[in-house]
């Protein structure tokens, strides 16, 4: 890749989406995704590698039980940082930076009263569900979620932060910011898992401090630091107008946030009916297989980007031959990846813990798992096509279709005969046949812009 291309302007890489070739083009796009992807998968790994190690199986499995839980409290975050992109995003395109300014100040200041409001909902559902899981982990999961009330907050701070960055043209902020927050997860981990010894405590400790540091530098970023972009509090009045927009254009994202992490959940909680030890191996897969699914689906948002200039240019043959080879792209390192991973699967899961009856299920569960990325990879690149496409409905069915309709109910048909494993086999299985039906959708589809 050339150096030059860090440097380009907007004109310049629409010319090159456009005009140059296909398979350089997508590598450009996919790598600062895919170096965002790597980074953002080490920070569950490093925490699953402390947590095992010093804290245990029964802490890492609450743990993994719980952090669906997390993921649906910030869901409503993750629509925010949706909607937040795309109505910054179009006041940027027009030019108007002084209400690029005033939106980013007054979705700031709405997302962390959102997150001070989401808190103790977190803290009040920590007890019914810690009492319906196994009691082996049913303490450590209700202090884990209860306590992480605390963070709550500033994770929907940074949400905000990411959408401000990228709809102003700067994702290399959101890149470094997640980078610092990678070295002090690791710092704080050392400190409250390793040293201190603190467990769940711990681990929610670690991210508590972690994220408010990242909050102090960010509010830096935003509000203190002297530049053309520096927001103000100054003067502010709460704009309804703009906040209902805000809310209405974010549902869809919420939703489909909220619903998959619904189903994460209910898949994990037929998993703690096999003990803490089942639990803490499906953790552990997930941890080590979490760059594995990122790495191919990095390729998803290039697709998009190519699709959807190709598509305005009234280029519908480039369009699908990008999308086509967006697909080969992540197929090849998804076999690239399975190839890496399945011989030395022995070595990574070790890492974790000494447990011969954890590292059994890990094993067998990481198998499964790395097998299923190809089926993954080609599931994230066709989604991307219909995103740049204007479709982003069939994303959203899709989505949920894969995690609940045929994951959920494979592991619930199977169960009985295939015990803990069908959840296993039930990744695998959804993933590939949400990628058939992916693939039929896409070859029917009309190459039109589905926004005029």
């Known amino acids: 890749m050339k150096i030059d291309f860090l440097h380009q302007s907007t004109e310049q890489r629409r010319d090159l989406i456009l005009h140059g070739s296909i398979v ?8 600062p995704t895919l170096m965002m992807s790597v980074i953002q998968s080490l920070m569950p790994l490093s925490d699953g590698l402390f947590i095992n190690n010093s804290a245990g199986t029964l802490v890492a499995s609450a743990v993994t039980y719980s952090e669906p839980v997390i993921n649906m409290m910030t869901a409503l975050a993750q629509g925010l940082s949706v909607a937040a992109m795309a109505i910054i995003g179009q006041a940027n395109g027009q030019g108007d930076f002084k209400r690029v300014k005033n939106i980013s100040s007054q979705i700031v200041v709405f997302a962390f009263i959102m ?9 009040l559902v920590a007890f019914p569900i810690s009492a319906n899981v196994d009691a082996e982990i049913s303490h450590n999961v209700m202090l884990y979620i ?15 932060y990411n959408a401000i960055k990228n709809a102003t043209g700067k994702p290399e902020a959101t890149f470094f910011r997640m980078l610092i927050m990678l070295m002090l997860k690791i710092i704080f981990n050392l400190v409250f898992v390793s040293w201190l010894r603190m467990e769940v ?13 990242i909050c102090v530098w960010m509010f830096y970023e935003l509000f203190v630091k002297k530049g053309d972009d520096t927001l103000s509090l100054k003067g502010y009045k709460f704009d309804s107008k703009l906040i209902r927009q805000l809310v209405r254009v974010g549902i869809p994202a919420m939703l489909t946030s909220l619903m998959l992490n619904l189903g994460f959940f209910l898949i994990n909680h037929e998993t703690q009916k096999y003990g803490a030890v089942v639990l803490n191996g499906q953790g552990i897969a997930n941890n080590i297989t979490a760059v594995c699914f990122n790495l191919p689906a990095s390729f998803g948002a290039a697709v998009t980007t190519m699709v959807s200039l190709n598509i305005g240019a009234q280029q519908a043959d480039k369009a699908k031959r990008s999308c086509l080879i967006g ?9 690239a990846i399975i190839g890496i991973i399945v011989p030395s699967s022995p070595y990574l899961t070790v890492l974790f813990t000494q447990r011969a009856d954890v590292l059994t299920i890990a094993n067998k569960a990481l198998h499964i798992y790395t097998y299923s990325v190809v089926g993954f990879g080609i599931c994230m690149a066709i989604q991307g096509a219909f995103i740049g496409l204007g ?35 039930g990744n695998l299985f959804s993933n590939y046949v949400a990628a058939i039906i992916s693939i039929i959708l896409i070859l029917r589809v009309k190459w039109v812009s589905a926004l005029h």
């Open 24 to 31: 350089r083009t997508l590598m450009m796009l996919s790598l």
């Open 115 to 123: 997150g001070f409001c989401i808190a103790p909902i977190s803290a």
């Open 146 to 160: 209860s306590l992480y009330a605390f963070v709550l907050p500033f994770s929907f701070l940074e949400s905000i």
């Open 201 to 213: 405590i711990g681990c929610v400790l670690s991210s508590f401090f972690s994220n408010v540091l």
């Open 327 to 335: 697909c080969v792209a992540s197929v090849i390192t998804a076999i």
């Open 391 to 425: 479709k982003t409905s069939v994303p959203m069915v899709i989505g949920i279709l894969r995690i609940w309709l045929l994951r959920y109910i494979f592991i619930l048909a199977t169960e009985h005969v295939l015990q803990f494993y069908s959840v296993f086999w």
